[in-house]
């Protein structure tokens, strides 16, 4: 057989000479062709012997495709998850919750947007937060337990919290407590002395109680950890100072500059944010208006000491059935004047200071004011109490405001706080939530750590938040105060607005009362008395005339919302809150959820025998909880 022949054939094949062939596939051409021009095998063979080999090619292909990769082999597939010390410790912080839809994380919700959120993407972005199986503080039967449950970091690390705010609502002193990883190594152990020998392996009460003070002590190498059986064994300790992770740093650096650790130390093992704490103060800020602060301090010292507020929050009656809370002390603030109410019982000698005061006040002989009253004048309110029901803060303000406008009395606070009497809640808003602050967590056995170089970045960033507001609030002051002495308006048109007002306002009472309700010409008289000698007059002194004849304001009523505001005018008639339509009582609630059947509420009857009847517990029991709990703390010093 030629040369050219035989380059025919085995082109016919699939073993030609040109092409980017393998070595392997060049060899084989080279026998073949041998073969086929020494006429040892014929070409039908030779057909069938190399489709054989394809054949057999591919399936090999296809079966590595099939196999999985092969890892790279460490040496570390046998070792063990390695074990993180972990410290309880408690987190003091504050965040503005404007652009928040509350504290507390709805866990499995992709569009959650809490702070609690926030703070565990920070802990893990730091690696502040192990696993149960890096956990050093579990023991080997929790570790299995977590692991059969698959069990979250979260969970794991015990979290408890201090309060729950609301979508939108602030805290100053918000208090966490959780385990986290810290900066000494599980083996660490002590340097007693000057020899090189280590002493014990550390405990929790050898640690550094903050980020400051410096602990010097043994560990291992690092490289020690890539070694095996003896040679890891034999491997000395080294001598290190070492300090504990700067926490308040460390996650200052990651959250958004809304959130802002404040300080930390560790406590102990049984310590609840939640159960240690014993007081609470929230504070809710707000102008002062046309409002009569005395009254409304009057109304807050009807409500100290122990009552039942069912009528003054928002009844979760799956979660809560003991609506009996107790009011510590209050305070009714403003730049001339801070009205303090108590629960303990004031001696004669403080109540004759205090109407010697109120007496020197009315009649001017008392001490210089540092201004007198404005209606631009930030006050606020401070409540202190044990704890705090769902709402509870916002409605007590909102009753309050009433109160100060002179739309109900201070005794209103009491017909609400006798529940026999009225067991059902009378229907009113809520007090908007962008005022309230939760302003401090008390605990009798805790001492927060802080350094000054976090304290000093915090401030930095407060300092930013502040000018940013204070600059807008001179804006729009600075064009009040402008249209008011710039801006004139004829005294026609004052009286058209004024009349057209009382008119509709006649109209809405006629129509409550069901009575016809006649003009007295009062509105006409008091608009005589106040004409002016010319036909315009300012703004400002429009807006005075207007005030004083109708009792109506240029502004929204004080802790109302943006939605709230939609639905009042200058016309609007208040409706005294005892002849408003009453809710369903707490009875009423409770029963229909144990006759609930549909699929939605018999799920509600499930939250409520889990979490009420279930957990019921006797007044000593709950007590001696409680106790127990109070004791519990720790301190950075």
């Known amino acids: 057989m030629s040369a050219a022949n035989t380059d025919n054939i085995l082109s016919q094949i699939g073993l030609g000479s040109g092409g980017k062939d393998s070595s392997a596939s060049v060899d084989a051409s080279r026998v073949l062709r041998h073969l086929l021009e020494s006429g040892k095998v014929s070409v039908s063979d030779a057909k069938e012997a190399v489709q054989a080999a394809a054949a057999a090619a591919k399936n090999q292909s296809a079966q590595r495709k099939q196999e999985p990769k092969k890892v790279k082999d460490t040496g570390r597939a046998d070792q063990p998850i390695e074990k993180q010390r972990t410290r309880h410790i408690a987190l003091q912080f504050s965040y503005d919750g404007t652009d928040y839809s509350g504290f507390a994380q709805n866990v499995g919700k992709e569009c959650d947007n809490s702070v609690e959120r926030e703070l565990f993407a920070a802990l893990e972005k730091t690696r502040l937060l192990v696993s149960p199986e890096e956990h050093g503080m579990l023991t080997e039967s929790e570790v299995e337990e977590a692991e059969n449950a698959q069990m979250p970091k979260r969970t794991a690390s015990k979290y408890s919290r201090c309060g729950r705010t609301d979508k939108g609502v602030h805290a100053n002193g918000q208090v966490v407590a959780l385990y986290l990883k810290s900066a000494f190594p599980l083996l660490a152990r002590n340097a007693e002395s000057d020899d090189d020998e ?3 392996v550390l405990g929790e ?14 560990v291992q190498p690092r490289n020690n950890k890539k070694k095996k059986g003896k040679a890891a064994a034999s491997t000395t300790y080294q001598r290190k100072t070492m300090n504990e992770y700067d926490y308040c740093k460390t996650l200052n650096n990651v959250l958004p500059p809304s959130i802002r650790i404040l300080g930390w130390c560790p406590v102990s093992s049984e310590f609840s944010a939640r159960f240690s704490c014993s007081r609470r103060t929230y504070r809710y800020f707000f102008p002062r208006r046309n409002l009569n602060l005395a009254r409304m301090a009057k109304g807050l010292e009807y409500m100290m000491g122990r009552n039942d507020f069912r009528n003054l929050c928002k009844m979760n009656c799956e979660q809560v059935s003991n609506f009996e ?6 305070k009714v603030v403003s730049p001339q004047r801070v009205y303090s109410v108590s629960s303990t019982p004031k001696s004669q000698e403080e109540k004759d200071a205090e109407s010697n005061a109120r007496y020197l006040e009315e009649e001017g002989l008392g001490a210089p004011r540092s201004s007198p009253p404005s209606a631009r004048d930030m006050c606020h309110i401070e409540i202190v109490g044990q704890a705090f029901l769902w709402h509870q803060i916002r409605c007590i303000m909102s009753i309050l405001f009433h109160i100060g406008r002179g739309q109900e009395k201070s005794e209103l606070v009491k017909e609400l706080l006798d529940v026999k009497t009225n067991p059902a809640k009378p229907s009113y808003d809520l007090a908007s939530e962008a005022a309230l602050v939760l302003q401090d967590c008390t605990f009798g056995q805790l001492q927060m750590g802080r350094t000054v170089r976090n304290l000093w970045d915090v401030q930095k960033t407060l300092e930013q938040r502040w000018e940013k507001h204070a600059i807008a609030s001179e804006r729009a002051k600075n064009a009040l105060d402008s249209m008011k002495d ?3 308006v004829r005294w026609t048109d004052v009286v058209d607005f004024v009349e057209q007002i009382d008119k509709e306002r006649r109209r809405k009472i006629q129509k409550r009362s069901k009575q016809l309700v006649h003009d007295d010409g009062e509105v006409k008289r008091a608009l005589a008395a106040k004409c002016t000698q010319t036909s315009t007059l300012t703004w400002g002194a429009a807006v005075e005339i207007i005030q004083n004849v109708l009792g109506v ?9 943006e939605s709230q505001q939609k639905g009042l005018t200058e016309s609007s008639v208040h409706v005294p809150l005892m002849d408003r339509a009453k809710g369903t009582t707490y009875e009423e609630k409770v029963q229909s959820i144990l006759e609930s059947s549909k699929d939605k509420s018999s799920k509600r009857k499930m939250r409520y025998e889990e979490n009420i009847v279930k957990k019921r517990k006797t007044a000593e029991e709950d007590k001696a909880f409680y106790d127990h709990k109070l004791q519990q703390g ?4």
């Not at 304001?553 to 919302?561: I, K, L, Q």
């Open 198 to 200: 280590p002493g014990d």
């Open 205 to 218: 009460e050898s640690l550094p109680k903050n980020s400051l003070d410096c602990l010097e002590c043994f």
């Open 325 to 330: 809370r107790v009011l510590v002390e209050g």
């Open 486 to 488: 710039e801006t004139e």
């Open 553 to 561: 304001f240029p502004y929204p009523p004080n802790g109302s919302s």
């Open 634 to 637: 720790g301190s950075s010093v």
